[in-house]
């Protein structure tokens, strides 16, 4: 072999490796391969961890790490995170901005709609008096009850129960009145268990208006639609939380508390960065405060028609992928009421056909590669339940595709 020959040769190779390893960094292979990997090095991070990736077929849930943020919201919080700046003075520009986005009275962005829960019933027990605000959950000289619906009780008002305030339960109106005393600082509604109270929202706020106690709303999962944002606020309700890291895709930990000047400026005294207030330990920083910003930007500039019928044609995709599967009795799309509301995958099977559980279907998606968590529902039952607006693009085919493999067979 000549010279020449050898580096042709040399150069062949060279090229065909370059090819290869160019053909490596496309993101097909990896994205047949694994879910990790499709954004830049968060595959890197978590495999070097040992900490599997997940495709999220599942929604918003916190312990599958709620969403994906756009690049743009990871951008701007890389860009705040390069200088230094005063909390309370970019507390009080974002905010301003949000109310104004959103047109609503005050803003204030907070750790979670957990954390809103807890500073806006500190607002309404403590206010602005920085004795009080000390004090908390020491409740001596103030006052220390939440009226809440029976129906509405739920694991988040934990968040209201750490300020002290113990709740006095309730289920008709005649007795909402009665139960509202001195004692009385705060009427706490649950928005999605609207349908199953007996007071629905403008009534509860009606109540609370008449008899002059702050009302507050927890809508934490209830955007889309975005109307949502608002809506609350002209109805009425002083205080409304939402979750940053749900339907905003914003910072998983960011959330929002949108209501009455006072109650919101008396809300940010009963937090971070104040060291002896009750809510300190629900911090938010820079990068959260300007990420929840651009992404609520972000969220409604979006065209949410096209989005919908986007989410249309994915659970469509997935439900035509597995309808022709024998033991598949009903493969349906629905929209969960309220909270998540979205169009969503149901599909049913005969146990006749295929013996397998929800929780068996959902832990051979688990098990399998790409990892895929489905919508946690009735564990015995033999149907699995599926959500498209969490998934990165592309990422319906798969689910799709696993889903109608192991449908078809019991030992996949
Ligand atoms: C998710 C959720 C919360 C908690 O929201 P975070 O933003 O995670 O703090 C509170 N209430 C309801 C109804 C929720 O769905």
Known sequence: MSYKE????RRGFLRDAGLFSLLAQVSWPRFLKAAPGRNGSAGGVY???????????????????ACVMPREVRKAMEEAGESHVSIPELQAAVGKRIAELLGVEAALVTAGSAAALTLGTAACVAGKDTEKIRRLPDLEGMKTEVIIQKSHRFAYDHAVRAVGVKLVE???RAEMEKSISGRTALM??????????????AEFVEVARKTGVPCMIDAAADTPPASHLSE???????????????????????????GRKDLIEAAFLNGSPHSDSVGRAAKVGKEEIVGLLVALELYLKRDHKAQWKDWEQQVESILGAVKSVAAVKKAEMFVPEI????????IVWDPQILPLKRKDVARRLQEGEPRIEVRPSAEDEPVVEVAVWMLQPKEYRIVARRLREVLLSPTV
């Open 170 to 172: 309730v289920e008709s």
């Open 339 to 346: 909270a998540n509301e979205t169009p969503h995958a149901r």
């Open 47 to 65: 495999a070097r961890l040992g900490v599997r990736p997940l495709i999220n077929a599942a929604g918003t849930y916190t312990t599958l790490s």
């Open 188 to 201: 706490l509604f649950l928005n999605s268990a609207d349908p199953k109270g007996q007071v629905k929202r």
């Open 6 to 9: 050898a580096l042709v040769g």
């Open 232 to 258: 609350y606020n002209k109805m009425g309700f002083d205080l409304v939380c939402f979750s940053g890291g749900k339907g905003l895709q914003g910072p998983q930990c960011s959330g929002l508390l949108l």
